[in-house]
């Protein structure tokens, strides 16, 4: 009998993840990068312990640790009086997850590990430098037509997962409408050996330094030699150039002010990203998903994006199992975009657009009702653990298994 084969139109963290779960059910997968290397741009590294879960499901759970940091805290702190406001613990989750913390590890590594043991099955194929340009389907299965390096080529399957990113031609393709808006400034990310711990006593590997005039995300990755290396995420001022933002003085006056240094900041890296808040109006269309970036984009305050991603990647391949193996009928599919669609809008959308509105909060008095707000949820056992069973989506997969 003729094997199912699953075309993932992009290598990104979310279609490897969902290629590697379809091989590992069994099924044939092609897998069509457009570049010819991983990116390995500084973007997500937190990861929550719903998702951790997930990484085990596909087996890479241990290698993943291991090429991370494990952050048990995160804190939030009043950036201009360089103070602690709050700092929770996931050990309260014990009881909820075997992976009661966070693990930092860049998504780049996860794209990475993925593709090793991807290649390890007979029936997947990985290509690098082939750009898909469009995708038709009829009764019987998909055409994903592709630029690749000897030319135009095209791939036949039984469905197409489009996980090519928040400009994804998949989406387009299907003239699915990308409903939201895109905020006016963008993101400044800066990467720095030089050490936080020792600079900002009491900081932890995660840290939100709320700020009316300039707030910043602080975070410790592992970095590939493993040496460890700090990211601070700043927004820029909305008139201010992207030459300007990326440039010397920009730099490293903004990482003086999250800790004044005496010398210049060694910065290693710096990038810059428009941010969006956007959902797609459907996530599926006939044999064809969307999955990751490609169906929904937010900003990056609470480490969520990639997260809810990887979701979507499960749910669906879960989804195609069922149905494929006769356990489910095709309305099954309408449940992916019923689920994963509805559960970013609540868990991932609002969750992050209330994060970035706490960090920059200019009333003082709507600023210190915030802290006391995060102070009394800290303080309270219960609601503690019910704020992380929200951040680390741990909620949000709950809520899945009711939805219909
Ligand atoms: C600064 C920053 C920090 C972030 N931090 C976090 C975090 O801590 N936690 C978190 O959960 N999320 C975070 N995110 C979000 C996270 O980076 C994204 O959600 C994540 O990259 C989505 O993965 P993806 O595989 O869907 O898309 P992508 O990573 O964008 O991958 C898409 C892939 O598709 C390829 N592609 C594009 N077009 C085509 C085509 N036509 N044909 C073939 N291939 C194509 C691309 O080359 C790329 O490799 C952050 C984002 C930013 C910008």
């Not at 090519?164 to 990310?189: C, H, M, N, Q, Y």
Request: aromatic share 8%; charged share 30%; with cysteine.
């Amino acid at each position: 009998m003729k094997k199912i084969r699953i075309i993932i139109a992009g290598g990104g963290p979310v279609g490897v993840v969902a290629a590697l779960a379809c091989a590992q059910r069994g099924y044939a997968v092609t897998l069509l990068e457009a570049e010819s290397t991983i990116d390995d741009n500084p973007r997500a590294a937190t990861t929550h312990p719903s998702t951790l879960e997930m990484i085990a499901r596909v087996g890479l759970i241990d290698q993943f640790i291991q090429e991370g940091l494990v952050a048990r805290f995160f804190q939030f702190w009043d950036k201009p009086a360089r103070a602690q406001i709050v700092e929770f613990d996931h050990d309260t989750l014990r009881d909820e997850t075997p992976y009661p913390f966070v693990v930092q590890t860049e998504q780049h590594k996860l794209a990475r590990m993925g593709i090793e043991r991807l290649r390890t099955f007979a029936d997947a194929k990985v290509r690098f430098a082939t750009r898909v340009t469009g995708v038709t389907q009829d009764a019987n299965g998909a055409t994903v037509t592709a630029e690749g390096p000897d030319g135009k080529e095209s791939f036949r399957g039984d469905y197409v997962i489009g996980a090519d990113g928040g400009r994804s031609t998949v989406r387009k393709a299907l003239d699915i409408e990308f409903e939201g808006f895109t905020w006016p400034e963008r993101f400044l990310v800066l990467t720095t050996l030089d050490d936080f711990q020792e600079l900002l006593t009491g900081c932890c590997y995660r840290n939100y330094l709320a700020d009316p005039d300039e707030w910043t995300n602080l975070f410790k990755v592992a970095g590939d030699d493993g040496k460890g290396r700090w990211r601070a995420v700043f927004p820029t001022r909305v008139e201010e150039s992207d030459e300007e933002a990326l440039g010397d003085e920009s730099t490293y006056s903004r990482l003086q002010r999250v800790f004044p240094l005496g010398r210049r900041y060694n910065v290693v890296h710096r990038n810059l990203y428009k941010v969006h808040q956007r959902v797609a109006a459907t996530f599926r269309q006939g044999r064809v998903f969307l999955a990751g970036d490609s169906a929904h984009v937010n900003n990056s305050v609470g480490g969520l994006g990639l997260n809810g991603g990887i979701h979507d990647a499960m749910e669906l391949v879960d989804t195609l199992h069922q149905v494929i193996t006769g356990q489910a009928g095709e309305e099954l599919f309408d449940r992916y975009t019923r689920r994963r669609r509805t559960l970013n809008i609540e868990f991932v959308q609002e969750q992050t657009i209330i994060n970035k509105k706490r960090l920059e909060e200019r009333d003082p008095k709507a600023r210190q009702a915030r802290f006391d707000e995060l102070r009394a949820i800290a303080e309270d056992r219960g609601k503690h653990t019910e704020f992380l069973l929200r951040t680390s989506l741990i909620a949000s997969v709950r809520k899945a298994q009711s939805m219909e």
